[in-house]
């Protein structure tokens, strides 16, 4: 399946690369379908009992729901963090977060991917929270 091979390139590049990297991380991302009128904050999931993968999602969320508060006031950040039992998760050997970004069938989260700025503006936050993580 895709998510095999994905799973397999990863763990590939982890093993090659786990005498010499400091650290190794993954972050998955993914975008749903659900209702149209379900919208997604920013979900974060992390494989049960994985103390560091914990500690990696709820670092991401609070770098995101920071700058939400400075950059939207107002808006509310209703994203969270739980286990799951994910493939991805379960079958990446370096600490992974799994990020459920968007709601693909709901207009506010579409923006979210769709606007350039808005995009952006996530994945910058998501490479500060990454920074965040790693200086801790």
């Not at 895709?2 to 190794?24: H, V």
């Not at 379908?33 to 379900?38: I, L």
């Not at 049960?48 to 969320?61: I, M, V």
């Not at 950059?71 to 950040?77: A, E, F, I, T, V």
Request: aromatic content about 10%; hydrophobic content about 30%; overall charge positive.
């Amino acid at each position: 399946t895709r998510l095999a091979q994905r799973a397999n390139i990863i763990n590939g590049l982890y093993r090659r690369n786990q005498n010499s990297a400091k650290g190794q991380y993954t972050i998955v991302i993914h975008v749903d379908s659900r209702s149209n009128s379900q919208r997604i904050d920013i979900f974060y999931y992390h494989k049960k009992n994985n103390n560091a993968g914990r500690r990696f999602a709820q670092t991401l969320h609070r770098r995101v729901q920071k700058e939400y508060a400075e950059h939207q006031p107002g808006r509310g950040y209703g994203g969270t963090i739980t286990w799951r039992s994910l493939y991805m998760l379960e079958n990446v050997q370096p600490t992974t977060v799994y990020i459920e970004l968007a709601n693909i069938r709901n207009k506010r989260d579409q923006d979210r991917l769709v606007i350039v700025n808005n995009r952006q503006a996530v994945a910058n936050w998501l490479c500060e929270g990454v920074k965040d993580f790693v200086r801790e």
